[in-house]
């Protein structure tokens, strides 16, 4: 759009990384969370070595690894997530095969043709409200992809809205989520040799044993509960940005070898995923703040994806951005299993809009916060409306 700024100048530069002054200081945050104050840890460094020491850091803590804890919306522990190794090992080893996927040709082509057929669509429209009508389409149909499920299936889960847990009545999204998952268990169960994740799940084998019922749905859960916020944040966070820095996709279409490293700036300047929780069964010590037995601590990724100390100028987005150890999927054993998914439909997201050469313009926008009493962090949009022109841009 002529004239118009960059996202980072729009909003107030706080919102991108609002943690700096604690980071550099303390190193630590105190987030005000379901009457607790939940211990932040914000530094990369002192991030990815608590995310190693899973015995100090647990992540054995059935409904406590969110941030707000899960309990009142959803009955069965996600799994792997939270779980501690060797449980945790065991449960990755066997249904990573699936989640790696993404990284075969042919599935990116399908993802491609997604892609295409959803900006396809946009242009056709005079003006598209992104969050809606978009990104979590996007996000709904590729989970088909990954899930080898009809496409109808994904209008089942567009119902069901940006977040499942964290946006209107969770209590009732939970419930709904769970009549699903069964529905689907008890087809997979008749046709076991069909094709799709449900009934890969029940032929599973986790040490020997077929999975129980419990270990079924907290698969499942987590799949449906993870990964969907996060990917329709960071495909508004790309097109919006696309929108107002048209040389990001002149340099994109000159240099296709860029894509890849584009895609892990917008992880690492957006961080999608802010943090996550980890339980201390014997309590901890952070430089000045004292964690009692049982209580959690957070892993603030978004944090730790601006320090200074890792990353030059942080606050600024380098499209060529080397070397980039950001932790946008998490850090250590439990880092996202849907991690190749997000990335190739990122690429291939931006591949396609750098390849199609239109013109993009931004017509209004609602930026979201994650609040943090004093911090509120930028976190997408409330609402996004643009319009894809066929003509080209420049």
Known sequence: MPGSKSLSDRAPQSSRDGFRDARESDGVFLHACQGDQIPLILGHRDIRSAAKDWE????????????PSEEAVRTVRQIPIEHDPPQHTAYRKAIEPWFLRPTKPDYCARLDQLVFEMLDRAADSREVEIMADFALPLQSRALAILLELPDSEAEHWIGWGNSLFREGD???????????????????????????FFAFLTRLEVEGRRLTEDELFGIANLVFAGGRDTVIN??????????????????????????NGAVEEFVRFTSPLGFIGRVCPQGAEMGTVSVASDERVGLCWASANHDASVFEDPATFQLDRTPNPHMGFGSGKHACLGAAHARALMRCLLSQLATMRWTLDLIDEQPAFEDFGDIQRRLGFETLVMRFDRAEAG
């Not at 100090?56 to 941030?67: E, K, L």
């Not at 998952?181 to 008890?186: E, G, K, N, V």
């Open 234 to 259: 960071a495909v508004a966070e790309i097109l919006a940005h696309c929108a107002t820095h048209a040389e990001t996709l002149t340099e994109l279409r000159d240099n296709p070898r860029l894509v």
């Open 170 to 196: 969770g209590v009732a999204k939970g419930a709904q989520l769970d009549a699903y998952l069964a529905a689907q268990f008890a087809r997979a169960q008749k046709d076991s040799d069909a094709p799709d």
């Open 56 to 67: 100090t850091f647990s992540s054995d803590a059935p409904f406590r690894v969110p941030i």
